[in-house]
């Protein structure tokens, strides 16, 4: 019996372009309690990092692909085939590595190994919607000798900020930022590099405020106004946003605000013919406002929700949909004066008729330092296996 121990060092979240590093710990272990105990052998090892397309066939007409032979393997095959058993398609791979060949373990011996590999740029995010899934996987293969292939799948998830693959780093070494007391090698470095970058980037983008002001009105007159500072946000930032009903001329008796994002196929694949698109809501908040003269929300961004995104298949946008109850007559109206003699009481009426409308105001979500995000993940950064 030999163990195998796959570990992210990192955590299980990445930016595309980044350097994924798995340290892999192949061992024999020795039970307190065997009296005997002999050698392993390993034919050899190899890792590969693959991302699987998955869609809902009620929604999405799967384009062909090449690779579909490969989906079905015999078990007893030797061919190292890291998306062997998976439902949907191969997208992406990277080449495979060989971790070695014939590896001999004593008992209560140890042997580790490290897997690098620059995750690709042009690939798409890690996603999960309604009607299509990108998941990515790093696959390690082994095999004793005469025996099936074994296969450890680890998965991790990747974030696409756009306009990294297209930033040129400085030639001159002397002038990139450095830190003289440690020795780096210059795959990490340049990956350091361009985890600051990415960081940078997305400071300078979800940084600028300027007022954005929308006046609220239906067809018989201002309700409001609703202010927000801006449109950009990272993911785990929150939306906040402001209400002023005190110029309006229809009293708004209800208001509700909710985040959302649109996953829309693209029309050649698309199922059927003007299909509708998919909505899901991450966060609502609603509120009773009648002689509310302001009010405000704060809908938090989850870390775990996909930023925006568009693939030749798919498209993913974020929303602010607004949905508003308003009272078909004037503010007076929607109190009556009671019957005391004594003292004057105000009551709600019993009955009143509403008008209802709705708006929906784009906003742009992008990604976030992959470390923060490695926090709420749903990966584990260690996998394990028996053979």
Same mark, same amino acid.
């Given at each position: =019996?030999?163990?195998?121990?796959?570990?992210?060092?990192?955590?299980?979240?990445?930016?595309?372009?980044?350097?994924?590093?798995?340290?892999?710990?192949?061992?024999?272990?020795?039970?307190?309690?065997?009296?005997?105990?002999?050698?392993? =052998?390993?034919?050899?090892?190899?890792?590969?990092? @693959? %991302?699987?397309?998955?869609?809902?066939?009620?929604?999405?007409?799967?384009?062909?692909?090449? *690779?579909?032979?490969?989906?079905?393997?015999?078990?007893?095959?030797?061919?190292?085939?890291?998306?062997? &058993?998976?439902? &949907?398609?191969?997208?992406?791979?990277?080449?495979? $590595?060989? !971790?070695?060949?014939?590896?001999?373990?004593?008992? &209560?011996?140890?042997?580790?190994?490290?897997?690098?590999?620059?995750?690709?740029?042009?690939?798409?995010?890690?996603?999960?919607?309604?009607?299509?899934?990108?998941?990515?996987?790093?696959?390690?293969?082994?095999?004793?000798? /005469?025996?099936?292939?074994?296969?450890?799948?680890?998965?991790?998830?990747?974030?696409? !900020?756009?306009?990294? $693959?297209?930033?040129?780093?400085?030639?001159?070494?002397?002038?990139?930022?450095?830190?003289?007391?440690?020795?780096?090698?210059?795959?990490? $470095?340049?990956?350091?590099?361009?985890?600051?970058?990415?960081?940078?980037?997305? =400071?300078?983008?979800?940084?600028?405020?300027?007022? @954005?002001?929308?006046?609220?009105?239906?067809?018989?007159?201002?309700? *409001?106004?609703? %202010?927000?500072? $801006?449109?950009?946000?990272?993911?785990?930032?929150?939306?906040? &946003?402001?209400? /002023?009903?005190?110029?309006?001329?229809?009293? %708004? !008796?209800?208001?509700?605000?909710?985040?959302?994002?649109?996953?829309?196929?693209?029309?050649?694949?698309?199922?059927?013919?003007?299909?509708?698109?998919?909505?899901?809501?991450?966060?609502? @908040?609603?509120?009773?406002? !009648?002689?509310?003269?302001?009010?405000?929300?704060?809908?938090?961004?989850?870390?775990?929700?996909?930023?925006?995104?568009?693939? /030749?298949?798919?498209?993913?946008?974020?929303?602010?949909?607004?949905?508003?109850?308003?009272?078909?007559?004037?503010?007076?109206? %929607?109190?009556?004066?009671?019957?005391?003699?004594?003292?004057?009481?105000?009551?709600?009426?019993?009955? =009143?008729?509403?008008?209802?409308?709705?708006?929906?105001?784009?906003?742009?979500?992008?990604?976030?330092?992959?470390?923060?995000?490695?926090?709420?993940?749903?990966?584990?950064?260690?996998?394990?296996?028996?053979?």
């Amino acid at each position: =019996m030999i163990e195998v121990l796959a570990k992210l060092g990192r955590g299980p979240v990445f930016l595309a372009g980044e350097v994924l590093e798995c340290v892999i710990t192949f061992t024999n272990p020795l039970s307190p309690s065997s009296t005997s105990a002999s050698s392993e =052998m390993l034919a050899w090892a190899s890792a590969q990092i @693959h %991302c699987q397309f998955h869609t809902s066939e009620n929604r999405v007409a799967l384009p062909p692909s090449d *690779g579909s032979k490969h989906d079905v393997q015999a078990e007893n095959e030797t061919v190292f085939v890291p998306n062997r &058993g998976e439902r &949907g398609q191969c997208i992406l791979s990277t080449p495979p $590595k060989i !971790l070695f060949c014939d590896l001999r373990l004593d008992p &209560g011996e140890s042997k580790s190994y490290s897997y690098c590999e620059t995750l690709p740029v042009d690939g798409p995010p890690s996603f999960r919607g309604q009607s299509v899934k990108y998941v990515y996987k790093l696959t390690i293969g082994c095999q004793r000798v /005469n025996s099936p292939i074994k296969l450890l799948r680890v998965p991790f998830r990747v974030l696409v !900020l756009h306009g990294l $693959k297209d930033y040129q780093f400085p030639q001159d070494e002397a002038v990139a930022p450095s830190n003289p007391f440690l020795e780096e090698d210059e795959g990490l $470095k340049k990956d350091s590099r361009l985890a600051d970058l990415a960081t940078e980037l997305l =400071m300078v983008a979800t940084s600028r405020r300027s007022l @954005h002001l929308y006046n609220i009105s239906n067809t018989r007159g201002k309700v *409001g106004s609703f %202010c927000i500072f $801006k449109t950009v946000y990272k993911i785990g930032e929150d939306v906040i &946003g402001t209400f /002023n009903f005190s110029e309006g001329d229809i009293p %708004c !008796l209800q208001f509700s605000v909710s985040l959302q994002t649109e996953e829309s196929i693209q029309e050649e694949f698309q199922r059927r013919r003007g299909q509708p698109v998919s909505f899901t809501v991450h966060a609502r @908040h609603q509120e009773s406002c !009648l002689h509310t003269a302001q009010s405000s929300f704060s809908l938090p961004i989850p870390l775990s929700s996909t930023p925006g995104f568009t693939t /030749n298949v798919v498209s993913l946008k974020w929303r602010l949909h607004f949905e508003f109850v308003t009272s078909g007559e004037s503010a007076g109206a %929607c109190l009556v004066r009671g019957s005391q003699s004594e003292a004057v009481t105000w009551t709600g009426v019993e009955q =009143m008729e509403v008008d209802t409308f709705s708006w929906d105001l784009p906003i742009k979500v992008l990604p976030t330092n992959p470390i923060l995000a490695s926090y709420v993940s749903q990966f584990s950064s260690t996998n394990s296996i028996t053979i």
